[in-house]
């Protein structure tokens, strides 16, 4: 037997592997502890929630803005009874639990200890995550509510409730993720993050809830969520400055002596942003080379990774997709030596070298935004949105111009016909009437609760908030008392109010195809000279979904293009789209939705412009729209509709021009419908 065989049937020491997770949740909370138990059976060390975005934005799922959003991105948890169900026949004193939730990160962990107390758990046994970042949801993701300051207020008081009560649970996972999905460069990745971890613990430190001696507890739970792109050096790199700054911030900033609690601990989901429409069987080997990356280094080696499915650019992924994906992680872990050794990278020139540019780049990117008093006068002042469009602009401009190579989109299409994307099931779909069951569970839970203690709970909610004391206490008892999502929700936006963020959508030029564009404004010109007035484009996100990269991607190139461009941002009715549409009188209206909700949601915006008589102002939607619904949508009166593959975007722009050209009318639209939204209409260029 040869040396190396010997030592592999020796079982030497290895290293723990990472936690092993995917992420899901859809439907309702039955249908996900029943696929949360097959994953778990399957291998699965742990579980990753995602909620439906009612959930994600506190709102019950019978409200006017969760029409159509039901199930569709995640779980839908109203109150302790869904909770319950979530997590029915899964000990939580034995899980390690992610929850990807963020404004109402407060509650939803209220809940989660109210299940523990039903099943008879301590709390200081739980082990897991609550995301809990508000700065990168004004950035990029758009599951905000509150205001910044009220928002790091509930960050601050889970933080200080957890250390004492919940020692073993990370109060806050401080996301790069959506941030590299928004755009983001490497450095600005490192630097917004860092600077969101400082913002938080600034804030910890001045509450004056933890005491000076226990403050390095708190340091140390503080765990971060990080994205791994396809520029693999990049991002081994990347991950090494990570830990590196952490170690050098909590040291030299907040003077933490012990070395555990200055470790740079992170999860990580792998890039979601360069999965491909086309060719997506491609995908396999992205995830695959993106996982190497955060795995690699044993010095900065990811505590727990999830991997999205091959199949997420074209719908929801079926549990067969996510067993790939599980695999692929165990294979890793159990099949190969990477656990045997120690770091792989350490002493290499190269990586070195690049580590430290890495590290520059974001201590630069840091003092900026330090000198305009933190993260949160940032996010504020619309700084770091406005760079986060502008690098994502540049991204997109270098693949339209083919400067960046992507396999299957701009280089080598040629492609035979998947066999694994035939077929009616080749993603998975919500049932319609999940929403519908869901609604009527909700309306007997409260029918079914003491209304007493529930005014009782949401009163003392409300005092804590206003009286600024910690609302975690108060928010268990309203879980227990049978509160639902909305009702939290509402009391704190009576306190704290809500928050409309900057769109960093601004007049810059950014992209390299200067000819075209030249072109496309020229075609501009003599559209609006045709119209008698300059054409406008109203870009709008009906519904919940906050991933607005696309929308502003559009808004930007419109703009460039001449076009007069209306975009306000995420979280609008239907209602209020038609009326500003027809109100500012917009030649074109481009929606976009990535939440799987388009069909209703488009439906209801072609019926309210037919009901207020401006059925002829054309409508064109962008998203990740299965083909069959690309046939419904057309049906409806859609005039065009685009997904990701659609990566031209002064092609698209010079479609939407023609068509508007086609479609206009002699008969100006009906103006001043009363009622106008507040805030609509703010024209961008």
Request: charged share 25%.
């Amino acid at each position: 037997m040869s040396m190396e065989n010997q030592r592999s049937a020796a079982k030497p020491d290895r290293d723990r592997p990472w936690l092993i997770r995917t992420y899901a949740g859809h439907s309702s909370a039955s249908a996900s502890n029943a696929l949360y138990r097959q994953n778990l059976a399957k291998g699965q060390t742990g579980l990753s929630v995602a909620f439906d975005l009612p959930t994600q934005t506190g709102y019950d799922s019978d409200h006017v803005l969760a029409r159509g959003e039901v199930g569709k991105v995640g779980v839908p948890v109203s109150h302790l009874g869904d909770m319950m169900t979530l997590f029915d026949g899964i000990p939580l004193d034995q899980m390690n639990t992610s929850m990807t939730i963020n404004a109402p990160a407060a509650w939803l962990l209220s809940l989660y200890i109210a299940v523990a107390e039903k099943q008879g758990t301590p709390r200081d046994s739980l082990q897991g995550t609550t995301q809990n970042d508000i700065i990168k949801e004004y950035l990029s993701r758009g599951t905000y509510i509150f205001p910044p300051a009220p928002s790091l207020k509930l960050i601050t008081d889970v933080a200080a409730f957890t250390y004492r009560e919940v020692p073993k649970w990370n109060p806050m996972n401080v996301c790069s993720y959506h941030l590299q999905e928004a755009g983001a460069t490497a450095e600005q990745e490192l630097a917004y993050a860092l600077a969101t971890a400082i913002a938080v613990l600034d804030a910890v430190k001045a509450s004056g809830q933890v005491p000076e001696e226990d403050f390095a507890k708190v340091v140390g739970r503080i765990s971060f969520f990080v994205n791994a792109g396809i520029r693999f050096v990049t991002e081994i790199c990347k991950m090494r400055a990570f830990c590196e700054l952490w170690d050098e911030i909590t040291r030299d900033r907040y003077g933490i002596a012990d070395e555990k609690y200055r470790r740079f601990r992170y999860g990580v989901q792998v890039n979601s942003l360069g999965l491909t429409e086309q060719q997506p069987e491609n995908n396999v080997y992205r995830i695959l080379i993106e996982m190497l990356s955060v795995v690699l280094s044993k010095n900065a080696r990811a505590r727990a990774v999830q991997l999205p499915a091959w199949n997420e650019a074209l719908g929801l992924p079926r549990p067969w997709d996510q067993q790939w994906s599980l695999r692929l992680q165990q294979i890793m872990a159990y099949e190969t030596d990477l656990l045997e050794y120690d770091d792989l990278f350490d002493g290499n020139p190269a990586i070195e070298r690049k580590v430290g540019l890495l590290k520059d780049g974001a201590r630069e990117e840091l003092a900026k935004i330090d000198a305009m008093g933190g993260a949160i006068a940032a996010v504020d002042l619309g700084y770091m949105k406005q760079e986060l469009v502008r690098s994502n602009a540049r991204r997109l401009a270098y693949i339209e111009t083919g400067l960046t190579k992507v396999i299957g989109v701009n280089a080598y299409t040629e492609t035979e016909a998947s066999p694994l994307t035939s077929g009616e099931k080749s993603i998975l779909t919500v049932d319609d009437m999940a929403e519908q069951e869901q609604i009527e569970k909700l309306k007997e839970w409260r029918a079914g609760r003491d209304q007493a203690a529930v005014a009782r709970s949401l009163a003392d909610l409300e005092a804590a908030a206003r009286e600024d004391r910690n609302i975690m206490e108060s928010s268990i008892a309203c879980a227990h008392a049978g509160v639902t999502t909305g009702e939290w929700s509402e009391t704190l936006r009576q306190v704290f109010g809500e928050y409309r963020a900057p769109t960093g959508i601004t007049s810059m030029i950014v992209t390299g195809d200067a000819e075209d564009i030249k072109k496309l404004r020229s075609r501009v010109d003599e559209v609006s000279e045709k119209l008698g007035e300059r054409m406008k484009m109203l870009v709008g996100k009906p519904g919940l979904d906050g991933h607005s990269n696309g929308a502003e991607q559009i808004a930007v190139k419109a703009g460039d293009a001449g076009i007069d461009v209306l975009y306000d941002g995420i979280r609008w009715t239907p209602d209020e789209l038609v009326r500003n549409a027809i109100d500012e009188g917009a030649h074109v209206i481009g929606l976009s939705i990535l939440s799987g909700s388009h069909v209703p949601l488009v439906r209801e915006v072609v019926n309210g412009l037919r009901a207020h008589g401006a059925g002829h102002i054309p409508v064109v939607v962008g998203g990740i729209i299965p083909d069959a619904d690309m046939l419904v949508l057309r049906q409806m009166g859609v005039s065009a509709v685009y997904t990701p593959k659609d990566y031209q975007l002064v092609r698209v722009i010079s479609e939407i021009v023609d068509l508007v050209d086609r479609k206009s009318t002699e008969h100006p639209a009906p103006r001043n419908i009363e009622g106008k939204p507040e805030g609509a209409g703010t024209a961008i260029y």
